[in-house]
């Protein structure tokens, strides 16, 4: 999607600079049990890349040598990743902060029926993509009865503790719009999730998250197809905060691909674009 994005030769964006890397953010594979139209990976069932055990190794090696102190582990789905709960198991054996960001939905997959609990017994952070508390909104994005799906992988979740007060296991919820348009205000909409869910389902969670959808991979392409990627991009570009630069997460983490190259983050590497190192056009975790 990369080649219908203009290259802009100036910017009057401020620099971005690095702070001292604290996390690894691990795309496990482009599989998934949904399709997505928001998806900036282009997931889906039908892909077939994932993270070798070896890479794997490569990563943990690297996580040990650099000091970092969270996995932020991604996909696709990385549930259904053969190497996904050797990983958990040996990322949380060294004391590190394991987030997996999961799609709740694939609770449910064969083989995976008892996932929620062993993510449990790790502590694994849940964080959990459910872009509305409205049922036709979730389903008219992912798919009919996803929501409730994932709505039972809540309940399911918060009757392991995830959610509940003291417990420990943090359970966060994402936000995605489902058109060229921006989030509402996170607070607001954090309230009405947690009023919802929890008067409907009886549902708890800590957080929600509100993110605006980039402009690449499937979503990209609607946008292009609809004739609103231009107007879409002229948004954020006006929307844009200076104040929120001190917490994007590209200044504290690397994003590493199913192959082990490195990005500065996720939508860089759904880009195309990797971090260059020693003269490298691309690096690798094992460098």
Not at 103 to 113: D, H, K, M, S
Request: charge should be neutral; include cysteine; proline fraction near 5%.
């Amino acid at each position: 999607m990369h080649d219908v994005i203009p290259l802009l030769a100036k910017t009057d964006f401020p620099a971005v600079r690095r702070r001292r890397l604290s996390a690894l953010q691990l795309n496990l594979g482009y599989r998934c049990n949904q399709s997505c139209v928001h998806c900036h990976v282009n997931a889906g069932p039908h892909r077939t890349e994932e993270m070798s055990a070896q890479t794997i190794d490569q990563v943990l090696l690297l996580a040990r040598e650099a000091g970092v102190q969270t996995l932020d582990v991604t996909g696709g789905a990385p549930e259904l990743n053969p190497h996904f709960r050797s990983l958990v198991t040996r990322a949380r054996a060294l004391g590190l902060r394991v987030i997996d960001r999961c799609n709740l939905t694939v609770l449910f997959e064969p083989g995976q029926e008892s996932l929620a609990e062993f993510l449990a017994a790790q502590r694994v952070e849940i964080t959990a993509s459910l872009p509305c508390y409205l049922e036709e909104n979730v389903d008219a994005q992912r798919g009919k009865g996803v929501f409730d799906t994932s709505v039972r992988a809540l309940q399911h979740l918060n009757e392991l503790g995830y959610g509940q007060p003291g417990s420990g296991l943090e359970l966060n919820l994402v936000y995605n719009p489902q058109g060229p348009v921006l989030p509402p205000p996170q607070a607001s909409l954090e309230a009405d999730y947690r009023r919802f869910l929890g008067e409907r389902f009886a549902v708890r969670f800590n957080s929600l998250f509100t993110l605006a959808n980039m402009p690449i991979q499937r979503f990209g392409s609607t946008l292009v197809s609809k004739g609103t990627f231009a107007g879409y991009l002229a948004l954020l570009k006006q929307s844009h905060r200076h104040e929120n630069l001190d917490s994007i997460m590209c200044r504290d983490l690397i994003s590493i691909d199913w192959q082990g190259y490195v990005y500065d983050c996720d939508f860089n590497q759904m880009l195309g674009l990797p971090l260059r190192h020693a003269g490298r056009v691309r690096s690798h975790v094992s460098d």
